[in-house]
C-alpha cells in the first residue's frame, strides 16, 4: 500500500497514460466459509480506491467481484464484475454454494454446457476377458461393452477409468477398463445400446444428469479444470435455450 501513492503519481507524470481503472482478485473466497481473509481485501482494496482518489485520479472502472464474490457479497459490485465459471451456471464451489444458502440468497445456477459424443462400436465381451490397457477391468458376466471416440487427449481424465459414469438411452453406465489417449468404454449391458446412439459426458439426458462437478470430485479436482481442459478442437455448438 506503501508504494501506491508515488507510483500513481509516476504514472501521472507519462503523456500518453491515462488511469481508468483499478482491480483486485479474491485469493481465498472460494473453497473457505470463513469469510475474514476476503473482507480484509475489500477493505484493503477501499483503502487503495481511498489512496488513488486523494492523488487525483477519478477512476471509472472498478471491478473486484469474480462469481463468488458476486454472489456472496454484492458490495463488491463496484462498477463491474468479472463472472467466470457463473456464467456457465457452475458454482465455484460447494463451499461458495453453501454459504450463499447461510446469507439467505437463494440462488438457482443451471448448467449450459453439454458435452456429447456417439457410440462407435459395441462389442460383446465374455466372462473373464479383460477391458483396457493394464487388464484392469475382468468381465464376471457376458456383456455388452461400448466403445466411444472419446479419451484423455480430449479431456476426459484418465482418473474417471473405472469410476466415471456417462449417460445412454437416458441410463447412466459405468466407464469400464482404463480411459485411452481417445477411447473410453462403457457396460451398455443392460441398456440395449447401439452404434451411433448418443452419449452424454457432461448434461442431462431424459430424467439423468451428470455436472461437471461430479467429475471433478471424482478426479480430485475443480469445475474449473474439467471445463478448462475440454480440448478445443472438439467441435462447439450454439444451442437457443427456452426461456
Not at 463496484?78 to 464451489?93: D, E, K, N, Q, V
Not at 460447494?94 to 456429447?116: C, F
Not at 469400464?176 to 451411433?196: C, E, F, P
Amino acid at each position: 500500500m506503501d508504494e501506491l501513492a508515488p507510483f500513481v503519481e509516476r504514472l501521472r507524470l507519462m503523456d500518453h497514460l491515462a488511469i481508468e481503472g483499478a482491480s483486485t482478485h479474491f485469493a481465498n473466497i472460494e473453497d473457505t466459509l470463513d469469510p475474514s481473509y476476503a473482507e480484509l481485501q475489500i477493505e484493503r482494496f477501499r483503502e487503495a480506491l481511498t489512496v488513488i482518489k486523494a492523488a487525483g485520479v477519478e477512476l471509472t472502472h472498478v471491478h473486484a467481484a469474480a462469481t463468488a464474490g458476486a454472489l456472496l457479497y454484492p458490495e463488491t459490485g463496484f462498477a463491474m464484475m468479472r463472472l467466470g465459471i457463473g456464467t456457465y451456471g457452475i458454482w465455484p464451489s460447494r463451499e461458495t454454494q453453501i454459504a450463499a444458502r447461510e446469507k439467505g440468497r437463494r440462488i438457482t445456477l443451471t448448467p449450459v454446457l453439454t458435452w456429447k459424443t456417439r457410440i462407435a462400436q459395441v462389442k460383446r465381451i465374455r466372462p473373464g476377458e479383460f477391458i483396457g490397457y493394464g487388464l484392469t477391468y475382468q468381465a464376471r458376466r457376458p456383456m455388452e461393452a461400448a466403445v466411444l471416440p472419446v479419451g484423455y487427449y480430449d479431456g476426459y481424465d484418465r482418473k474417471l477409468s473405472n469410476a466415471g459414469r456417462a449417460l445412454v438411452r437416458g441410463h447412466a453406465v459405468p466407464v469400464i477398463g482404463r480411459i485411452a489417449m481417445n477411447m473410453t468404454m462403457l457396460d451398455v449391458t443392460d441398456v440395449h445400446a447401439q452404434a451411433d446412439d448418443e452419449v452424454v459426458l457432461i448434461g442431462r439426458q431424459g430424467a439423468e444428469e451428470i455436472r461437471a462437478e461430479e467429475l471433478a470430485e471424482k478426479t480430485g479436482t475443480i469445475s474449473y479444470e474439467v471445463l478448462a481442459r475440454l480440448n478445443p478442437r472438439i467441435p462447439r455448438v450454439p444451442v437457443q435455450v427456452p426461456a
